[in-house]
């Protein structure tokens, strides 16, 4: 093959997309964050004699255990974005949120993730029920649902169970401005989470601890 015909079959090949041209939308990841998060400098708090805690996420259906964003045009259709995914699944980002909140608030011995292998008092099951950016109202929101499950570990037994339904306006129909409503979702899911995981350890009497 000539140059001149090697340059004209790269040439080509770029304006059909061989080289991530134009008409192939570079991937976008997004990372989840919890506006009210306590600052890096931070110190851990920790309770004298309270109870060791561990986090664990889980989702309510296959489809939103996935690292892709989802969306909706209708209520009984959902579909994913084609170039915009979360930097890991939501389930899993869910919990690193709720552990820093958790361990935060100086009310526990520990707060770790349930892979951690840690022994533990209490553990929190964060099921994602819907966490999806629903197309079909107009203006367009997303809608986030989590189940919060407060779990004797040492007994397996579940000692409260609360659903937590947050909805926040999308400022512009894309995954971009999706990303940032789900920010403002998680974190009014997290003001309600925390207080009602710290209330229900109060009830637990010493002796089960």
Not at 72 to 92: E, V
Not at 156 to 172: I, N
Request: charged fraction near 20%.
């Amino acid at each position: 093959m000539t140059r001149s015909a090697a340059l004209a079959a790269l040439l080509a090949c770029a304006l059909a997309g061989c080289l991530g041209g134009a008409s192939t939308p570079p991937k976008t990841f997004y990372v989840l964050q919890d506006r009210q998060a306590p600052g890096d400098a931070q110190e851990p708090r920790t309770a004298p004699g309270g109870k060791a805690l561990v986090i664990a996420g889980a989702t309510g259906s296959m489809f939103y255990d996935t690292e892709s964003l989802v969306f909706s045009r209708h209520p009984s259709q959902r579909a994913y974005y084609q170039f915009a995914s979360w930097i890991d699944r939501p389930s899993r980002l869910i919990v690193r949120l709720a552990e820093r909140r958790l361990e935060a608030s100086g009310q526990f011995a520990s707060v770790s993730r349930l892979e951690a292998g840690l022994r533990a008092d209490l553990l929190l099951n964060l099921v994602v029920v819907e966490f999806y950016h629903d197309v079909a109202v107009e203006p367009s929101a997303v809608r986030v649902e989590l189940t919060g499950e407060l779990i004797d570990w040492r007994t397996r037994t579940l000692l409260a169970q609360r659903a937590f339904v947050v909805s926040a306006p999308v400022p512009h129909n894309d995954a971009e401005g999706a990303a940032g409503a789900f920010n403002q979702a998680v974190t009014a899911a997290l003001n309600a989470l925390v207080p009602w995981v710290e209330a229900e350890t109060q009830k637990i009497p010493a002796t089960s601890g």
